[in-house]
């Protein structure tokens, strides 16, 4: 049963547009979302994350939204560059459950291609 | 600089061997982690451990075990390998259930 889900196996954006990578997630414990990428040969890196309590968090390019209702959080590039061409990874955690924390469990990841 | 370091990068073994990967972490974390990526199914966590001497299962633990005997080292041991523990391995650690995972560039495994 896969708790975390990314529907979009592969996304192709122009560059200077916005790209919108989307998750979904069954499990109502998760209180913790997090958005990885990760180029060939390399292990993720992390990019950004957010809290239950919040809606939406920023960071540069990068914004994740959150809709708690839905069970659906979204990463936002704007805008989008050749250099953003990765594997994006969005994983959530039962951050406040005793002994649970950190483990996350991981969506199947989308391939977004930005195109010059 | 503290990194988190996996070997071997590549590895090819036969069916029936045990096999072990080696996950080594400088930044001195408590909460380590083994994953296995495989194309449709993303990340999964197979064996993870919150500090010495402790080891949990993961969603994807048959087949595999782990031990924790020193806080640096979290190695992976296939007691014997099968064709469908073809996957690439990652390790990752982190510093409190709060904190983002860090991961190492993780180690191809074939097994034939």
């Known amino acids: 049963d896969q708790q975390v889900k990314q529907n979009s196996p592969s996304l192709s954006v122009q560059e200077g547009r916005i790209s919108i990578l989307n998750c979904d997630y069954t499990n109502s414990m998760f209180d913790y979302f997090l958005w990885y990428k990760k180029y060939p040969a390399e292990g993720p890196t992390f990019l950004i994350s957010i809290s239950s309590i919040k809606d939406k968090n920023e960071d540069g390019r990068f914004t994740v939204f959150l809709n708690k209702s839905a069970k659906h959080l979204s990463l936002h590039i704007v805008p989008s560059q050749p250099g953003d061409s990765a594997v994006y990874f969005c994983?959530?955690?039962?951050?406040?459950?005793?002994?649970?924390?950190?483990?996350?469990?991981f969506g199947q990841g989308t391939e977004l291609s930005v195109k010059p | 600089d503290a990194e988190i370091t996996q070997s071997p990068r590549h590895k090819i073994t036969e069916t029936g061997r045990q096999v072990t990967l080696a996950c080594h972490q400088t930044w001195n974390h408590n909460n380590m982690f083994w994953y296995r990526q495989d194309l449709g199914h993303g990340l999964r966590l197979i064996h993870y451990s919150y500090g010495v001497q402790d080891t949990n299962k993961g969603e994807v633990s048959d087949g595999y075990s782990v031990s924790r005997s020193n806080t640096e080292d979290l190695p992976l041991t296939l007691e014997s390998a099968a064709s469908s523990q073809t996957s690439v391995y990652f390790c990752?650690?982190?510093?409190?259930?709060?904190?983002?995972?860090?991961f190492g560039n993780g180690t191809r495994l074939t097994v034939t």
């Open positions: 994983a959530a955690t039962p951050i406040l459950l005793y002994n649970q924390g950190g483990k996350l469990i």
């Open positions: 990752a650690s982190s510093e409190s259930a709060e904190s983002p995972l860090h």
